[in-house]
Structure formats: C-alpha cells, structure tokens
C-alpha cells in the first residue's frame, strides 16, 4: 500500500536537482500553460530547442504530460511543500548526501518522511497520533570509500506534538561544518513557522486547512517517530511498496525504552556507482547492497531507531530516539513563536546543484555568471582536478550558500563551501592549528588523508575540504580565493 497521493509528484521532487537553469525556467513557462513556441520565444530558444527542453523536463522528473509537469508545479509550490523544501535545504548539514541519493534513497526509492505524521497522506483509516514528546540523536557517518571529504555529523531533536496542527520541533545540529545551526519549526494552530539562529532569519507559511499537510513538514528520507500505519504488517506491507529491488522482513524482538519492539530489516540491491572521468565520461555499475534496520513499537506505531550502515561512497545514517512521553495535555506557549529581535522575514528557500563535469586548469576554475558579493571566487586551481559539481541554496531570490567540488583521476577531492551567517564561524569549525588566509584568521585541522581550512569575514563562512591533497596546494588554493566583483 501506498501512502502518498502523489507518488510520481514525490519522485519527481527527488530529480528536480537534475534540471538546469534553463530547464526550470521551462518547466515554470510549462505550469503558466504557454506553448512550446512560446517557451522559445520567452527564453529565445528555437522552436526545436523547446521541445527538446520540455522533453528533458519531462524525462528528468519521470512524468508523462505538460499537464503532469503543471500539477507538479504547483504542487510543489504549496505552503507545506515550500516548508518541507526549506527544512531538507538547511537541515542538510547532518542528513546531507544520505537523504540525497545516499543511505535511504539508495534503497530502491525509500523516499517517505522521517517524523511523517498522519494527515494529507496518511491512509484513511489511521487513528489519530496521541500527544507525545520525545528527544533524538541523529548521526550520520561517512561511507567508508567516501570521496567528498564528508565529516560524520551528530544533531539532537526534540519534538512537541499535540495534534497535527500544533507541534515544535527543535534541531540542534552539532556538526563541524558551515550549516550548524539551531532550527526551530512551530505549528501554532494557523501558521507554521521556521526559524534558523544561523542567518536568524524566519518565514511563516499558512497552514493548509483541515491540517494534514502541515504534519510532515520535516521531511529525512528515512524514519523516525509515527508512521501512516495500523500495524505492524501494514507498515511492512508500507516499506515493501518504497523497496522496489530489494527485501523488507522482519526479523525479530528487542527492547528500547522499556518498550518491546519488533525488528524489520530492509535490504537494497539497487543504486549505481558512477566514475567521473577528466573528459566528462561516466561509467557506471551496481552499487553495493546497504542494510537498514528500523526498531518499531507497535503499540505507538512510532519507529524507535533507524539505522542504515555506511557501504561503499553511500554515508551511514542512525536515528534513535532516546526520551519518549506519550499522553497528556502540553503548555499551549510551547506552541507559540515570537520571532527574536532583528530576525528576518524570509521567504522561499531552494537548493539548485549540478553534476557537471569537465576539465579545469589553473586560473579557469570560475563559475558562470559569477556568485554575488560577498561570496568569494576561484582564482588558481590545482592541475589535475575536474569539477566533479557546484550547488547553491537561494532565499528570497538570493544565494545564501554555495558549493563546488573538484576530484581527480587519482581520487583525490577538494571542495570549496561558503555559505552567509549571521553568528560567525560555527564552534564546531574553530578547531586545529590558527592560520591566516588572505589576512583573516583561519583554522586548520589535519585529520589523517584530510585537511580543512575554516574562517569568516563580511558575514561570509568559508570551508575548504581536502582530501588526499598536498597541504602546500590547499593553501596555495585557499590564499588565491579572491571576492567577487
């Protein structure tokens, strides 16, 4: 059984990242109803160029219409898909590439909610989900053939919930990495609202009526907490219709929490390993099977623990939830925010990347068009390296974080991250050996084959990662960032 009403409007949603620039801008003309030949007028674009990009639009999100592409549109658009996209682009820093063609979508399309309440796609006859608080740990480990200079990451969570429209939760991402921060997300009975102490910014997106939607705005590729299910065979039966080439059992008894849990084991043979080669090339064969357990209580129907082991490049993931209160009537100003002085009111936020690839040299690593101000720009590159992709995260029609990545054909990786904050250099970067770059006081730590620089300036966090790369060349790359003009 399905849960999602929606299903190729989920699936799209995990390959809209694979559309480039021009590519949205046609899929919007698409949902506004124009013509392919209005499309190419609008972007100035030949006739047969729009519809050759209407059909990689249609090929890239797996739909089968213009009509289908519309409603995708739009539905993505909706208040509490716009929330949930915000809470995966910030949230990154700890779920990152497991959640994005990692741990759980390596599973054959193991795509539903993490913390998914009932509601909009729940089944019908699921009963109400009671009162409950609970507290969680999130770790997510690197694969043990990782590539990227990925660190392990930890975050705590604690989740209030009262009904489907009046919940908080709070993220407290402890990571060494650009993107910790605290995250606060509050249903209040009309509103939802997201807070990120990071840029101490906030948005606030109306609950849909009747509620539903607003309960799985957290969305993790993988599970914790209530699940849409009655019981235990129907959350099996649940997991079996997300694993499409692998097995779902379960496979026995356990106790967390003083609580008896059953044990349901998922087993992937899908997922492909991809080999970049200097001349854009890609070689492609079956990636390695990954494991995933989940701890499920069935007389709360709520998933204790999920643990997805780290094999080949694909990262590890464990969420186990360690205080569980079920019952009882919550403080009604646990659901209220009021947002911080000098917060910000935001609006959309959006994560656009691309896994270009293509030979770079020194002095013509750039992008283009070049990032605003204060983002830095790539000056001198080290020989050898190939863009192994670039990203950015937008809000309010601005970038406010950007990736890009290099690797070599000895599998040697260097990544470049900056992303605007409000409160400095997280804590969890202010570690190793006090450097300067460019005049700022930075840190370096040496950690085995990897090496990363930290520091900030203009409002602006910088984080170079190395791995298997020469020190001396880290530097050299680090002193010859230089602001863009």
């Known amino acids: 059984m399905s849960v999602r009403t929606t299903p190729d409007f989920e699936s799209a949603s995990l390959h809209e990242s694979e559309l480039n620039a021009r590519q949205r801008d046609v899929l919007k003309l698409i949902a506004a109803g124009k013509t392919n030949a209005e499309i190419g007028e609008s972007l100035g674009m030949t006739l047969d160029g729009a519809k050759w990009n209407v059909s990689e639009v249609l090929t890239k999100l797996g739909l089968a219409s213009r009509e289908e592409a519309a409603g995708y549109w739009h539905w993505r658009r909706s208040p509490s898909r716009r929330l949930q996209r915000s809470m995966r682009a910030l949230f990154a820093a700890t779920i990152g590439r497991a959640a994005l063609g990692g741990a759980a979508l390596a599973a054959g399309g193991v795509v ?4 998914l309440l009932q509601g909009g796609d729940a ?6 989900v009671p009162p409950f608080y609970l507290e969680a740990k999130i770790s997510v480990r690197p694969g043990p053939d990782d590539r990227t200079g990925e660190q392990a990451s930890t975050s705590r969570i604690k989740w209030f919930y009262q009904d489907e429209r009046h ?6 991402n402890e990571s060494p990495s ?3 921060t605290s995250l606060i997300m509050v249903a209040d009975g009309q509103d939802g609202w997201f807070y990120d102490t990071a840029t101490n910014s906030y948005s606030r997106t109306p609950l849909p009526p009747g509620g539903g939607a607003a309960a799985s705005l957290l969305s993790l590729s993988a599970w914790m907490g209530p699940v849409p299910a009655t019981d235990l065979d129907s959350f099996v039966a649940l997991l079996k219709s997300y694993v499409k080439d692998g097995t779902v059992e379960v496979v026995g008894s356990d106790q967390m929490l003083g609580r008896p849990v059953r044990l349901i084991e998922m087993k992937s043979a899908s997922g492909e390993s991809v080999t970049l080669s200097t001349n854009g090339s890609e070689t492609r064969s079956a990636g390695p099977v990954q494991t995933m357990r989940l701890w499920f209580d069935p007389a709360t129907r709520m998933v204790l623990r999920y643990l997805a082991e780290p094999v080949g490049e694909r990262q590890g993931i464990d969420l186990t939830v360690t205080r569980l209160e079920v019952g009882g009537q919550m403080i009604g100003k646990v659901f209220l925010f009021v947002p911080p002085p000098g917060a910000i009111e935001r609006s959309d936020t959006t994560t656009h990347s691309s896994s270009g690839s293509g030979s770079s040299s020194m002095g013509s690593a750039g992008r283009t068009p070049p990032l605003p ?3 830095v720009a790539v000056t001198l590159l080290p020989e050898g390296l190939f863009s192994a992709g670039q990203g950015n995260t937008e809000d309010n029609g601005g970038i406010v974080a950007a990736e890009d990545r290099w690797r070599s054909d000895s599998g040697a990786t ?3 991250q900056q992303r605007l904050r409000a409160d400095g250099l997280p804590p969890g970067l202010q570690v190793g050996d006090r450097i300067q770059v460019s005049g700022h006081e930075a840190f370096r730590l040496v950690n085995g084959d990897k090496t990363t620089i930290a520091w900030y300036y203009d409002g602006l966090a910088v984080l170079i990662t190395g791995n298997r790369m020469p020190e001396a060349e880290l530097l050299r790359f680090a002193e010859g960032l230089k602001p863009s003009e």
């Open 414 to 416: 260097l990544t470049l």
């Open 167 to 172: 919940f908080r939760q709070t993220i407290n």
């Open 123 to 128: 089944p019908d006859k699921v009963e109400p």
């Open 112 to 115: 539903a909610a993490g913390l």
């Open 178 to 180: 650009l993107n910790s």
């Open 373 to 375: 101000k204060p983002f």
